[in-house]
């Protein structure tokens, strides 16, 4: 099974990894950063998150090859607190996210993530999930649409993609991708597609509004600082504009410096920001060229300096 993980590298340097210490994947897959994570853990223990059933037979079985200190936990990392806790962990050394969709899961058809590939209509990463891209599609009032299409795509063209929706599925459902390319294709100007596939937006959309990424995330940022120790580090992966605004604002909210002793040469420990926030980190040029799916993805690390 093909899955490149982006900025691996980069990841597992700024997670600094000591192999005694406590590590989360929030975000498994198919074990990419966490198989690189758990070659550096002798005593150490690896909890990993996926709500994927096939992501997570695929890596216990790659990791179970590498060594025994780990644990997937079969659960949203929306739930991270509350896992670990079970668990009787309260603190890690570090914790990292990678938002983006595997290849796997784009790259096999009957998932519905693709506009490349024709499928039934899904999108659910996990498939205990009532809602699917079918019922969104087919089942959401305009308004409903325009706002999801707009927001979470960020598309120019929601209301005239939200229109033709409305109007093909009055003659019969929108069952599959395909169908829905073709109805977002026949929506939005000939110069529009020039400019990339007219559906990936769209499709974006739909996804993250099945899957309630964005609503999940601020919680899950917050909640993995707080679980941090002194020295920890959080690594976040982000692929669009959306999520990485979030994970930004997250960061600079609890990076703000005390109005105390602002401008002094030297901050007293206990008056330190929360958290210490690194410079952002984009692919090079090189891993583009070998992984066009990581163009977009930006890392954000920070470093919890103090407990509040």
């Given at each position: 099974m093909k899955h490149i993980s982006v900025l691996l590298n980069e990841t597992?340097?700024?997670?600094?990894?000591?192999?005694?210490g406590v590590y989360v994947d929030c975000t498994l897959g198919?074990?990419?950063?966490?198989s690189a994570i758990l070659k550096r853990l002798k005593k150490g223990k690896l909890y990993a998150f996926d709500q994927d059933e096939e992501a997570r037979k695929f890596s216990e079985n790659k990791l179970s090859k590498i060594g025994s200190n780990f644990e997937i936990i079969p659960s949203n990392f929306v739930n991270l607190k509350s896992e670990l806790e079970k668990r009787n962990i309260t603190e890690v050394d570090g914790i990292m996210f990678d938002l983006g969709v595997s290849s796997p899961q784009l790259d096999d058809a009957s998932r519905g993530f693709s506009f490349h590939l024709d499928s039934?209509?899904?999108?659910?990463?996990d498939k205990k999930n009532k809602l699917t891209a079918y019922d969104v599609v087919n089942d959401y009032p305009y308004e409903k649409l325009v706002q999801v299409i707009r927001n979470y795509g960020e598309e120019?063209?929601?209301?005239?993609?939200?229109?033709?929706?409305e109007k093909v599925r009055k003659q019969k459902p929108i069952s599959t991708t395909f169908d829905l390319v073709n109805v977002i294709s026949d929506a939005v100007p000939f110069k529009y597609k020039r400019l990339g596939h007219p559906a990936r937006r769209t499709f974006?959309?739909?996804?993250?509004?099945?899957n309630k990424e964005l609503s999940i995330l601020p919680k899950a940022i917050n909640d993995a600082i707080d679980m941090l120790k002194v020295n920890g580090v959080i690594a976040v992966i982000t692929f669009h504009s959306l999520e990485d605004r979030i994970c930004k604002d997250i960061f600079r909210e609890r990076s703000k410096e005390d109005e105390l002793v602002?401008?002094?040469?030297?901050?007293?420990?206990?008056?330190?920001?929360?958290?210490?926030?690194?410079?952002?980190?984009?692919?090079?040029?090189?891993?583009?060229?070998?992984?066009?799916?990581?163009?977009?993805?930006?890392?954000r690390v920070a470093i919890k300096q103090r407990r509040m």
């Open positions: 597992i340097n700024a997670l600094n990894i000591k192999e005694d198919y074990a990419g950063h966490s039934n209509l899904d999108m659910r990463m120019k063209y929601a209301k005239q993609i939200s229109r033709n929706i974006q959309a739909i996804r993250i509004e099945v602002k401008g002094l040469p030297v901050i007293p420990e206990d008056h330190l920001p929360e958290i210490k926030v690194l410079k952002k980190i984009k692919p090079t040029k090189e891993e583009i060229e070998d992984n066009k799916r990581s163009r977009s993805a930006t890392l």
